[in-house]
C-alpha cells in the first residue's frame, strides 16, 4: 500500500505505549500487541524503536516477531478475508471455498492480491461451527458456505 | 429491585453473534419501546446456549419457549404475539421443542435431556457482563466460604479428595498439581490459566469465558488463597475478542466490589488477575511453552523437570490450569468432593464439555457426565448424521488425538478408555466424520496442522512430522507405495518417543489410529489408486449417472467442455478433459453427479 504508515503521530503513540507498560514484567508482548494495532504491522523499525526503549536485544524482539503467527512485518490489505480451517469447516469442504478466493481475488493463502486491497488468510478454528464453514471479511461473518456463494460475496468488495 | 413478568434470554456467543444475535437484541429493545412493553420485558444478553446448530437462538421465560434460527424480521412477530399477547410463536420454536402444538420444557429436548452442566451451569442463563447475576446464582460463595472458614491446606484436600483431573487433555489429578505448588518454596508465586485454546474445532474454553467469566476469577482466586500466591495470569487466545472484553470487565466488576485485589472480603488476603494476550501459536497451549509467553519471549517449551509447580513463570512456583478444570473448582467446594465423585466413572470423575462438530445434525457444545458412550453423544444428543449418510468415525483430541471408528462407538467416554482407544480426551473437540470423509485426507490434514504449529526446537517433532506429512501428500495424490506406510509407521512410532513436549509426543497419534482402524483405506491408494471415500482429489473422477435428465445445466456449467450429451439422454464426462472442478456436481438439479 502506497500509505505511509511510519509518521511521527504513530511513532508518538508507540512511545505513549511503551512508557505505560515500561514497568510491567513480560511487556514485550503486550507491547507488540499494541504496536501491531498502531502501525497494522510490525516493521523492523517499530521494532528498533522498542528495543531501545525496552533494552532487549533487536534480534531477540525479531525472533518473537516471526515467531508468532498474528504479528505482521509487513501491512495487510484493506480487507482481510479469513477461510476457517478448522477441522469442523475443514471436513465440510472450507478447501474448495478457500481455493476459489484464492482465485477471485489472486492471492494465495498468507498474501496479498497484486493490488494490495486483499489480504487472505487460512485461519485455525474461530469457534463458530455451528455455522461452518465458515469466512470472515474484516468484521463480517459468513457460515453455512458452499463454493458457489463466493462469487456474490466477493462481488461487495472487489 | 424491578420485577419483569417475562424474560427474553439472546445468546452473544461467537456461534450466534456471528449470526446477527447483537441486532436481534438491539430489534427487541425497540419492539418492546414501541409496545410500552419496556417495563415488563427484560431482554438478557446471555452465553453460549450450546445448540449452536439452532443459532441465534432465543428463549423466552417464564414459558422456556425455545426459539431457534431467528431472524431480525421475526422479532416483530414475537413481541406482538408471544410478548403482548401471550400466544407462542409455535413455528419459530426449535423443532424438538414443540409436540403436537405443545411447547415442551428446554431440559426434555433431545440435546439437552443426557447432558449435566457443572462448568457450564451458567451458560445461557445469565448476563456474564453483569456481576449481579453471577452472585445471585451462587458466585463469589465458595471464596467466601474458603476465604472465611478454610484453612488452605483444606482447600487442597477437597480438590484431592474429588479427584478432578486437568481438563485440558493430559488428565493429571489436579488436586496433586495444587499440593505441589503449595509445598513448593519461593518468596513468590503465581496461578495462571491456559485459555490458549487452539485446538481446530473445539471451543468449550471460550463458551465459559463468554457466558461465566466470573467463575474463572472466582475460581483462580481460591486457587491463589490455596497454594499462598497473590498474583494470577490469566493467558488468551487474542482470537477470542468477546472472551478478552468479558473477562476483563469481569476482573473490574470483582475489584470494584472488593472481591478481587486487596483485603478480599476484609480477610488479609490479596489477589490480583492479569490477563495476558496469546498471538497465534499453537504450541503456547502446552504448559511451559505458554509460561515462556507470558514473560515475552517466544512461545517454545522448556524440558521438565523442572515442573511448573517448582519452576514457572519467571522461574517462581506456578500452578497451571485449563479454564474447564478452574470452572468446575467453586461447585466442588460448594457441593463437597463426595457429591462431584458420585458423577462419573472409576477413574473419571464429574463431567466433561464436549465440542460437537463436523458431520452432525446438532452442532454444539454439550456437557456430559464421564462414562455416558459415544453413540449417546452422536446419537441421542447429537441427534445423528445429516443427509442419511453412514457413520464412519468420530475425532477426539483434535491433532493431538485419533479417529475411533463405528466398532467403538459404545466406549464409555472417560480419559483411559479414549487412551486405550489410541486417542485421548484432549480438550474436547469431537468432530464426527461420515462416508464421505477420508481417513488418510484428514490424518494428512492434521500433520499440515502440526508442521504448521511444531515449533522447531527439537529435531523430532520438526523434522520428523514435516516426513511424516510429505509420505501422506504422496499417498493422496496416488503415488504412494506399500514402503512408505510402513516408513509412516516407524517415523511416527519414533516421533512420539523423542519429542520434547506434548505437541510431538501426540502429534503422530491422527496417523497411528487411522493406520490402525482404516489400513485398508491407505492401501487403496498406494495399490488401487483409488480413494474410497471420493474426496482425494487426485484419486477420484466425476461421473453421471442413469438418473441423469438431460436438461444440460452441467453441460453449460463445465468450464472446459468435457461435458457431452443429447437433450433429455444421460450425459458424459471426459474424463481426459475434465480438471475436477466440480461445478457441474454443484449445478446438477438432480443429484445424478458423483465423484469417487
Given at each position: 500500500m ?12 508507540l ?6 507498560n515500561?514497568g510491567?514484567q ?29 533494552e532487549i536485544?533487536?534480534?531477540?524482539i525479531?525472533?518473537v516477531?516471526t515467531?508468532y ?26 478447501q474448495p471455498?478457500l481455493?476459489?478466493i ?5 492471492a ?13 488468510l ?5 469457534g463458530?461451527?455451528?455455522?461452518a464453514p465458515?469466512?470472515?471479511?474484516n468484521?463480517?461473518v ?12 466477493m462481488e461487495k468488495y472487489? | ?8 434470554l439472546?445468546?452473544a456467543g461467537t ?16 419492539q ?11 431482554i438478557?444478553?446471555?452465553g ?10 432465543v ?12 431472524k431480525?424480521?421475526?422479532v416483530?412477530r ?8 401471550g ?26 435431556k ?10 445461557g442463563?445469565?448476563?456474564p ?12 460463595k ?7 472458614e478454610m484453612?488452605p491446606?483444606?482447600v ?5 479428595e474429588?479427584?478432578?483431573?486437568g ?11 495444587w ?14 490459566c491456559?485459555?490458549?485454546?487452539g485446538?481446530p ?20 482466586t ?7 500466591a ?5 493467558y488468551?487466545?487474542a ?5 478478552v472484553?468479558?473477562l ?5 466488576d ?17 489477589f490480583?488477575?492479569?490477563i495476558?494476550l496469546g498471538?497465534?501459536a ?22 521438565r523437570?523442572?515442573?511448573?509447580a517448582?519452576k514457572?513463570i519467571?522461574?517462581k ?10 470452572a468446575?473448582?467453586?461447585?466442588i467446594?460448594?457441593?463437597?468432593p ?10 473419571s470423575?464429574g463431567t ?15 456437557e456430559i457426565?464421564?462414562g455416558t458412550?459415544l453413540?449417546e453423544?452422536?446419537?441421542?444428543i447429537?441427534g ?10 468420530v475425532q ?6 485419533g479417529?475411533?471408528?463405528?466398532e ?7 480419559y483411559d478408555?479414549?487412551?486405550e482407544?489410541g486417542s ?13 470423509n477420508?481417513?488418510v ?16 526446537k527439537?529435531p ?13 501428500d ?15 509407521e516407524r ?10 513436549c506434548g ?10 489410529s487411522?493406520?490402525?482402524?482404516f489400513?485398508e483405506e491407505?492401501?487403496?491408494h498406494?495399490?488401487e ?9 487426485a484419486?477420484?473422477?466425476y ?8 436438461c ?9 467442455e ?12 471426459d474424463?481426459?478433459v475434465?480438471?475436477?472442478c466440480g ?11 458423483v465423484?469417487?
Open positions: 502506497a500509505t505511509n504508515i511510519l509518521t511521527v503521530e504513530n511513532f508518538q503513540k512511545a505513549k505505549v511503551i512508557e505505560e515500561k510491567r513480560g511487556a514485550l508482548m503486550p507491547i507488540l500487541h499494541e504496536g501491531q494495532k498502531i502501525f497494522g504491522c510490525l516493521p523492523i523499525e517499530v521494532q528498533k524503536m522498542i528495543s531501545e526503549e525496552l536485544p533487536l534480534s531477540e525479531y525472533g516477531v515467531f503467527s498474528q504479528f505482521s512485518l509487513e501491512p495487510k490489505g484493506e480487507y482481510v478475508i479469513s477461510v476457517c480451517l478448522g477441522t469442523a469447516c475443514y471436513v465440510k469442504n472450507a471455498i481455493d476459489k484464492s482465485e477471485v481475488i489472486e494465495k493463502p498468507g498474501g496479498n492480491s497484486p493490488d494490495g486491497k486483499f489480504t487472505l487460512a485461519t485455525r478454528c474461530i463458530a461451527c455451528g455455522l465458515v469466512i470472515t471479511i468484521e463480517d459468513y457460515g453455512r458456505l458452499v463454493v458457489d456463494d463466493i462469487p456474490k460475496i472487489l | 429491585m424491578e420485577l419483569f413478568r417475562s424474560h427474553v439472546v445468546c456461534g450466534c453473534t456471528s449470526s446477527a444475535s447483537l441486532k436481534i437484541i438491539e430489534e427487541f429493545e425497540k418492546l419501546e414501541e409496545n410500552n412493553l419496556e417495563k415488563e420485558v427484560k438478557v444478553q446471555t453460549c446456549f450450546g445448540l449452536c446448530e439452532a443459532g441465534p437462538v428463549i423466552v421465560y417464564p414459558e422456556g419457549a425455545f426459539y431457534s434460527h431467528i431480525v424480521e421475526d416483530k414475537i413481541t406482538e404475539e408471544h410478548l403482548l399477547k400466544r407462542v410463536v409455535t413455528d419459530l420454536l426449535y423443532k424438538d421443542a414443540v409436540i403436537e402444538n405443545q411447547v415442551r420444557d428446554i431440559d426434555e429436548v433431545d440435546f439437552y443426557k447432558q449435566k452442566r457443572i462448568a457450564l451451569r451458567n451458560c442463563l445469565i448476563n457482563e453483569d456481576i449481579e447475576e453471577y452472585i445471585a446464582f451462587d458466585g463469589y465458595a471464596l467466601a466460604k474458603v476465604l472465611t484453612k491446606e483444606e487442597i484436600e477437597i480438590i484431592k474429588s479427584k478432578l483431573r481438563r485440558g487433555g493430559g488428565g493429571f489429578p489436579a488436586g496433586l498439581k499440593e505441589f505448588a503449595a509445598k513448593a518454596e519461593g518468596d513468590e508465586k503465581y496461578v495462571a491456559n485459555a490458549d485454546e485446538d474445532g473445539a471451543f468449550m474454553d471460550r463458551s465459559v469465558l463468554e457466558g461465566d467469566p466470573h467463575v474463572i476469577v472466582e475460581a483462580m481460591i486457587a491463589g488463597y490455596a497454594i499462598g497473590n498474583k494470577g495470569y490469566v488468551i487466545r482470537e477470542y475478542p468477546i472472551a472484553k468479558r476483563q470487565l469481569a476482573i473490574d470483582a475489584k470494584r466490589m472488593g472481591l478481587l485485589g486487596e483485603k478480599i472480603f476484609n480477610t488479609g488476603f490479596d490480583d488477575l492479569e495476558r498471538a497465534g499453537f504450541v503456547c497451549g502446552e504448559e511451559t511453552a505458554l509460561i515462556n509467553s507470558i514473560e515475552g519471549k517466544r512461545g517454545m517449551p522448556r524440558p523437570p523442572p515442573f511448573p517448582n514457572g519467571w522461574n512456583p506456578t500452578l497451571l490450569n485449563n479454564v474447564e478444570t478452574y468446575n473448582i467453586p461447585q467446594i460448594l457441593n463437597g463426595e457429591w462431584f465423585k458420585s458423577i462419573g466413572t472409576e477413574t470423575k466433561k464439555v464436549f465440542a460437537l462438530g463436523g458431520k452432525i445434525n446438532n452442532t454444539g457444545l454439550v457426565p464421564m458412550t453413540r453423544v452422536i446419537y441421542e447429537g445423528g448424521i445429516p443427509g442419511g449418510k453412514e457413520f464412519k468415525a477426539t483430541g483434535g491433532p493431538s488425538g479417529c475411533i471408528p463405528a467403538h462407538i459404545d466406549t464409555p467416554i472417560d478408555n479414549l487412551i482407544l485421548m480426551m484432549g480438550s474436547g473437540g469431537m468432530i464426527v466424520m461420515d462416508e464421505d477420508c481417513m485426507d484428514i490424518a494428512r490434514f492434521f500433520l499440515d496442522f502440526t508442521v504448521d504449529e511444531s515449533c522447531g527439537c523430532p517433532c520438526r523434522i520428523g512430522t514435516k516426513r511424516m506429512l510429505e509420505i501422506l504422496k499417498i493422496t495424490e496416488g503415488n504412494g507405495t506399500m514402503e512408505d506406510i510402513d516408513n509412516l517415523l511416527a512410532k519414533n516421533i512420539k518417543a523423542a519429542s520434547l505437541l510431538g509426543q501426540t502429534a503422530p497419534n491422527p496417523v497411528l487411522t493406520l490402525q482402524y489400513r491407505y492401501e487403496a498406494v495399490l489408486h483409488r480413494c474410497p471415500a471420493g474426496a482425494c482429489k484419486l477420484s473422477n461421473y453421471i449417472l442413469e438418473t441423469c435428465k438431460g444440460g445445466i452441467c453441460m453449460k456449467a463445465c468450464p472446459v468435457a461435458i457431452s450429451g443429447e437433450r433429455k439422454q444421460v450425459h458424459v464426462i474424463l481426459d475434465c480438471i475436477k461445478e457441474c456436481m454443484a449445478k446438477c438439479p438432480f443429484d445424478a453427479i465423484r469417487r
